[in-house]
């Protein structure tokens, strides 16, 4: 029998990376736990605060405090690191400062000799993402980014409230950019198999401008949290979870993630949210949605957007 157990390294134990750890344990998902962060006193007493919770876990983890070396063994390193967006600074100021971080991240995880997986959650997720991909050199299979998972939730989440049916029911999709440029996928959103459409013509009080109302809700949610509690963290930690579990049990599960167009939907050469086949390789193919002209001529227009964006930094 095989010794092997799953590690993850987690760089950046910040309000996302703790919160991931903390659903992480809670959830049995590893057996290995490492934390690493420039800000180490933080990282340490998260290591010591976790491991306090273990008998209380449903399978045991080992965390501890780490450095880039332990990244040798890791099966998943998982990105939560970087700056946020400071008042006065442009999008563009944060992409070319975190994208100098992630250089130096990388450079380090390299350095150990890991073969794993990247799954990155640090915005501009699509950019950075693409920016893993480009430094490590690795295959576009072994790095993902969390894409639109959390907007896919959102989604699934106001849609089950507002036809009042469990969430787990919903398949709806937002795809593109995490961020302004986003869509939903409206001619492919159904409940119980049947089409978000015919359950609006079910009753009178059900209206389409809801819907409308309802889609700038999920866009603009992280707007929403930040103005009432500084951040967003919980979600995407839940998320991030799901991502782990899906690719260290190799559960081949549909999960709308980043992940690197060589064709798919018409475009090439961009990291952006989709929904993907997600297993222990990490992405295994990408699913292509029957876009409508609308949804084709947004998403073009979020490619466009994330390739602008991107240009100075990383062509
Ligand atoms: P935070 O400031 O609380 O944490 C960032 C952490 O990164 C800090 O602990 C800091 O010490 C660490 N760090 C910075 N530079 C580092 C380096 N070079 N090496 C190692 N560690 C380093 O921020 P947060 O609220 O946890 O957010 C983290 C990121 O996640 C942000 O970019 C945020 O925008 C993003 N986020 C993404 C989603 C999503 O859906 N993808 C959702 C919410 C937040």
Redesign the pocket.
């Given at each position: 029998m095989s010794d092997r157990v799953n590690r993850v390294v987690l760089?950046?134990?910040?309000?996302?990376?703790s919160s991931y750890a903390f659903a992480l344990i809670n959830q049995g998902v590893t057996e290995e736990l490492v934390l690493?962060?420039?800000?180490k006193a933080?990282?340490e007493g998260d290591a010591m605060d976790l491991n306090h919770g273990i008998p209380f876990a449903p399978s045991p983890t080992k965390i501890w405090f780490g450095d880039y070396s332990d990244c040798q063994d890791a099966d998943l390193v998982v990105i939560?690191?970087?700056?946020?967006q400071k008042p006065g600074e442009t999008r563009l100021d944060l992409v070319e400062k975190?994208t100098r971080?992630f250089k130096?991240?990388v450079d380090e995880i390299l350095a150990s000799g890991f073969k794993g997986i990247f799954l990155v959650?640090?915005?501009p997720?699509d950019i950075l993402t693409y920016a893993v991909w480009k430094f490590s050199g690795f295959p576009k299979e072994r790095v993902i980014g969390?894409g639109t998972?959390?907007d896919t939730a959102r989604f699934r989440y106001l849609l089950g409230e507002y036809f009042k049916v469990d969430t787990r029911n919903v398949h709806a999709y937002i795809i593109g950019e995490?961020g302004d440029t986003e869509l939903p996928v409206w001619s492919h959103a159904d409940i119980a198999g049947r089409k978000i459409s015919d359950w609006i013509e079910t009753k009178d009080e059900y209206k389409q401008e809801h819907l409308e109302e309802l889609f700038l809700n999920v866009r603009d949610a992280?707007y929403h949290i930040i103005e009432r509690k500084g951040?967003?963290?919980y979600?995407?930690a839940m998320?991030l979870v799901r991502l782990t579990k899906a690719i260290l049990q190799n559960e081949n599960s549909v999960i709308t993630v980043s992940a690197y167009l060589t064709g798919e939907y018409g475009h090439e050469d961009v990291f952006i949210g989709v929904p993907a086949v997600v297993n222990r390789k990490g992405i295994r193919e990408i699913v292509q949605l029957d876009l409508n002209d609308t949804e084709k001529e947004k998403f073009a227009h979020s490619v466009a957007v994330l390739k602008k964006t991107m240009e100075p930094v990383l062509k």
């Open positions: 760089v950046g134990t910040g309000a996302v990376g690493v962060d420039l800000n933080k990282s939560c690191a970087g700056a946020n975190n971080i130096g991240i959650a640090t915005n997720v969390s998972i959390l995490h992280a951040a967003t963290f979600g995407i998320g």
